[in-house]
């Protein structure tokens, strides 16, 4: 098993940046990719971004350019860089983990970004 644990979310304005973390925990060496999801009110959760071990990184067009993903292999630890950051951009935020092969298995509590106009 694999905890996740996110943190970073806050309330912030537009044009404003945040910072989110995940720290993951437990059988970390049977994961290979790491990212986030996001869920607004109403809508269906979607991929934000996503990091496989080596390095490879997708995002979703709605982020691309703005928002940049990385990893501390030593601390276990995938980040989500989030600027230049609009009202749209609210929504719950999850860490995700698992593999390409039986896809994201685990998730995290999620944590709540809110940007206001």
């Known amino acids: 098993q694999v905890q996740l644990v996110e943190s970073g979310g806050d309330l912030v304005q537009a044009g404003g940046s945040l910072r989110l973390s995940c720290v993951a925990s437990?059988?970390?060496?049977?994961?290979?990719?790491m990212g986030w999801y996001r869920q607004a009110p109403g809508k269906q959760r979607g991929l934000v971004a996503a990091i496989h071990s080596g390095g490879r990184t997708n995002y979703a067009d709605s982020v691309k350019g703005r928002f940049t993903i990385s990893r501390d292999n030593a601390k276990n630890t995938v980040y989500l860089q989030m600027n230049s950051l609009k009202p749209e951009d609210t929504a719950v935020y999850y860490c995700?983990?698992?593999?390409?092969?039986?896809?994201?298995?685990?998730w995290g509590q999620g944590t709540q970004v809110t940007v206001s106009s």
């Open positions: 437990g059988s970390v060496f049977t994961i290979n990719v």
């Open positions: 995700a983990a698992g593999t390409v092969v039986t896809g994201w298995n685990y």
